[in-house]
């Protein structure tokens, strides 16, 4: 078990190389250098623009640079932002949790309504609750999610009133930060009120972002479950006269759960992804819109920052899911 | 050798049987049909643009600017899905814009397809070193969330439509040269090859003539969703102000441009959507065919 760890933890050191190599060109390879950026429209004389290239280190050979800013990277420097001069992975830091907490009810949205929908399917086959499943399915896998952000605003936001249109809670509730996730913190201030304004915001944000991941699961867990109900020991369990239930719950569903369970994990690049649309539509102040800010003010630290902490974070998720499927699995261990 | 030549000579009167039996099977499933017909609809309507769409997508009725929708209170027949904040005819914008995404799939997909085959062949014939290098890149880009990777190129590149296609192009790469390396190796390990070699094929007659042709089915598949990704990569990236520039009447930089009228007019946000929806499900539907159609192992 051990070694397959040790394998399997290996394996992402050149992709993380990989990574900060991108990261790193991606400041190479903008238009102009980041000392003219700085300069903005007037331009800037030679001997200014060439004492600063040296101050930033701009003029060394890049195989130095680039070891020059692996080193930072190490240390956990990551620059400062060009627009709010405070360091990148501060901001990163502050502004996860939000991301975090939406990503988190997004996936359990998805899990709790596409999984025992994938399983309804599966059990009545060919039927109209199957094809219903399966076309809403389609359709969520299909969909446009900013588009779905603005029809959902427009139904329970604008029409009925009932949810809010953007940010994580009412103005009117200051609750102190300690965890950085804003149920969390509302329930351990004890405010009743600042703990719904925190739901009724979060439950469009959630709905959009799970919407894919909803559709995904729902056709995953449906084609595993329909496999599963073809084998032997399903059948068997039958003969032996155990409830329908059992049969389904148990001896059926744990076996179907395992690509379930894998295609659950590889959601997570799709979950970030989403965000970044997500936050943006509801002003949802996480890494999404922070980095779109970040694109569309030129602030390259932000963005070379936040690309690289994003990677990273889907690279260790990924990881840990291949490791767990080991867990599960012993034919991947062994493999 | 003239028996080989005999042989080869009686492939092509084979094809059409090849057609009518794909055809067969394609035919089984309702929604590839109907998906295959939505997409013979919007390529109808891109090409013939000019003379469907009853105006011109960029100008302005400023004497009607927010007109609902013909089935609307004071809509119209003139102006049948209604006018956008300036007076443009949305049907119009719509139907031009069926032209740029559908364009925007062609070029992104064939220039990641074709990169992605030459990569994938490399890869999976000359493995080594060269094949580790090819895959731990596409890793990199893989462990990138897609719309980020497309982002972070659009950040390099500068926003606009053509870099758009690029970045979806860049994104959707690592698909094909994986699915290609993966079925070149599994090609190259079978006799025919083998014989290929045998009788003094090179490498590159191997690599294109030989294996490519058999690894064609998953390749088509994954064309056809990589459709679907590409196109609603490009309305995101329009959406974000990062792909499209007004008055450009791309779907996703439509729906952007009419984001601080949605109370007002809904319809400016409703259409652009849909059509986006419709045209990613027709290719999803048309995708979902064809593998099942291709690829009786991945059958459902």
């Given at each position: 078990m051990?070694?397959?760890i040790?394998r399997r933890a290996a394996?992402i050191v050149?992709?993380f190389?990989?990574?900060t190599?991108?990261?790193?060109a ?13 300069s903005?429209?007037r331009?800037?004389?030679p001997a200014r623009?060439?004492r ?8 060394r050979p890049?195989p130095?640079?680039y ?7 190490l240390?956990?420097d990551l620059?400062t932002s060009?627009?709010?001069?405070e360091p ?9 949790p939000?991301?975090m ?7 359990l949205f998805a899990v709790t309504v ?8 599966a ?5 109209v609750?199957?094809?219903?499943v ?5 359709t969520g896998y299909?969909?446009p999610?900013f ?9 329970f936001?604008?029409?009925?009133g009932?949810t809010?249109v953007?940010?994580r809670?009412?103005?009117e509730f200051?609750v102190?930060?300690s965890?950085g ?8 201030a004890?405010d009743?009120g600042a703990f719904?304004s925190?739901?009724?915001?979060l439950l469009?944000?959630t709905?959009?972002?799970?919407t ?13 479950m329909?496999e599963?109900l ?8 039958r003969a032996?006269?155990?409830p ?9 569903l744990r076996n179907a759960?395992?690509p379930v369970?894998?295609v659950i994990g590889l959601?997570?690049?799709l979950?970030l992804?989403?965000a ?13 819109n922070?980095l779109?800010?970040?694109v569309q003010?030129?602030d ?11 990677a ?5 998720v990924?990881l ?13 261990r062994?493999g | 050798m ?7 000579a009686?492939?092509?009167a ?5 057609l009518?039996?794909?055809?067969q099977?394609?035919r089984?499933?309702?929604g590839a049909?109907v998906?295959?017909a939505?997409?013979?609809v919007l ?5 013939g643009?000019n ?13 009607s600017?927010?007109?609902p929708p ?12 209604g006018?956008d904040?300036?007076g443009?005819d949305?049907l119009?914008?719509?139907i031009?814009?069926a032209r740029l995404?559908?364009l ?10 074709s990169?992605?085959?030459v990569?994938?062949?490399i890869?999976?014939?000359v493995?080594?070193l060269t094949?580790t290098?090819?895959m ?5 880009m893989l462990s990138?969330?897609s719309?980020l990777?497309?982002?972070a190129v659009?950040?390099?590149?500068g926003p606009?439509?053509?870099n ?5 192009a ?6 094909y ?5 993966a079925a070149?190796?599994?090609?190259a390990a079978?006799?025919y ?6 009788a003094?094929?090179?490498p590159l007659r191997l690599?294109f003539n ?5 690894c ?5 598949v994954q ?5 679907s990704n590409?196109?609603l990569?490009a309305a995101?990236l329009?959406?974000?102000g990062?792909?499209?520039?007004p008055?450009t009447p791309e779907w996703?930089?439509?729906?952007a441009?009419a984001?601080?009228?949605?109370q007002r ?7 652009p ?6 045209t990613?499900?027709?290719?999803n ?16």
């Amino acid at each position: 078990m051990l070694t397959f760890i040790l394998r399997r933890a290996a394996l992402i050191v050149p992709t993380f190389i990989g990574v900060t190599l991108l990261a790193f060109a991606l400041i190479h390879l903008i238009p102009g250098d980041p000392v003219e950026n700085l300069s903005g429209e007037r331009g800037m004389d030679p001997a200014r623009r060439a004492r600063l290239l040296h101050e930033f280190g701009l003029d060394r050979p890049l195989p130095i640079q680039y070891a020059d800013y692996v080193g930072q990277v190490l240390r956990g420097d990551l620059g400062t932002s060009l627009t709010t001069h405070e360091p990148v992975l501060r901001e990163f830091l502050t502004l996860f949790p939000a991301t975090m907490e939406l990503a988190f009810f997004a996936m359990l949205f998805a899990v709790t309504v596409g999984l025992p929908a994938g399983i309804i399917a599966a059990l009545k086959r060919n039927t109209v609750a199957d094809y219903a499943v399966m076309g809403v399915s389609l359709t969520g896998y299909s969909m446009p999610i900013f588009w779905w952000a603005l029809l959902l605003i427009l139904f329970f936001s604008v029409q009925l009133g009932w949810t809010p249109v953007s940010g994580r809670i009412a103005v009117e509730f200051d609750v102190p930060t300690s965890t950085g996730f804003m149920l969390l913190d509302a329930l351990r201030a004890g405010d009743a009120g600042a703990f719904r304004s925190a739901v009724s915001h979060l439950l469009l944000p959630t709905i959009v972002l799970g919407t894919i991941p909803l559709a995904v699961i729902a056709r995953m867990t449906r084609s595993s479950m329909l496999e599963v109900l073809r084998e032997d020991y399903v059948r068997t369990a039958r003969a032996k006269g155990l409830p329908h239930w059992q049969v389904v719950l148990v001896h059926a569903l744990r076996n179907a759960l395992i690509p379930v369970i894998t295609v659950i994990g590889l959601q997570v690049g799709l979950l970030l992804s989403g965000a970044i649309l997500t936050e943006t539509i509801f002003s949802w102040p996480g890494v999404g819109n922070w980095l779109v800010h970040g694109v569309q003010s030129r602030d390259y630290p932000v963005v070379q920052g936040g690309i690289l902490l994003i990677a990273t974070i889907v690279i260790s998720v990924n990881l840990i899911v291949d490791l767990l499927y080991g867990v599960i699995n012993p034919r991947i261990r062994h493999g | 050798m003239s028996e080989v030549v005999a042989i080869a000579a009686d492939v092509p009167a084979a094809v059409p049987g090849t057609l009518r039996e794909f055809w067969q099977a394609y035919r089984q499933s309702r929604g590839a049909v109907v998906g295959i017909a939505l997409i013979v609809v919007l390529v109808v309507l891109a090409l013939g643009a000019n003379v469907i769409a009853p105006h011109s997508p960029y100008e302005q009725f400023r004497e009607s600017t927010l007109a609902p929708p013909v089935w609307h209170d004071g809509g119209s027949a003139r102006f049948i899905l209604g006018t956008d904040p300036v007076g443009r005819d949305i049907l119009s914008r719509l139907i031009y814009g069926a032209r740029l995404s559908l364009l925007i799939g062609m070029i992104s997909v064939a220039i990641s397809l074709s990169l992605g085959v030459v990569l994938g062949l490399i890869a999976g014939y000359v493995r080594g070193l060269t094949e580790t290098t090819i895959m731990r890149l596409m890793d990199v880009m893989l462990s990138l969330p897609s719309l980020l990777l497309a982002i972070a190129v659009v950040a390099i590149l500068g926003p606009g439509l053509i870099n758009a296609m690029y970045a979806i192009a860049i994104v959707l790469l690592p698909h094909y040269v994986r699915l290609t390396r993966a079925a070149v190796i599994a090609e190259a390990a079978k006799e025919y090859v083998a014989s290929s070699r045998i009788a003094g094929a090179g490498p590159l007659r191997l690599m294109f003539n030989t294996i490519l042709p058999n690894c064609a089915a998953p390749l088509i598949v994954q064309a056809t969703l990589g459709f679907s990704n590409a196109i609603l990569d490009a309305a995101a990236l329009g959406f974000l102000g990062l792909g499209a520039q007004p008055p450009t009447p791309e779907w996703g930089s439509m729906l952007a441009d009419a984001l601080e009228f949605i109370q007002r007019a809904s319809w400016v946000v409703t259409f652009p959507g849909l059509a986006i929806l419709i045209t990613v499900l027709a290719f999803n539907l048309m995708g979902d065919g064809l593998r099942d159609a291709l690829d009786p192992k991945l059958k459902r």
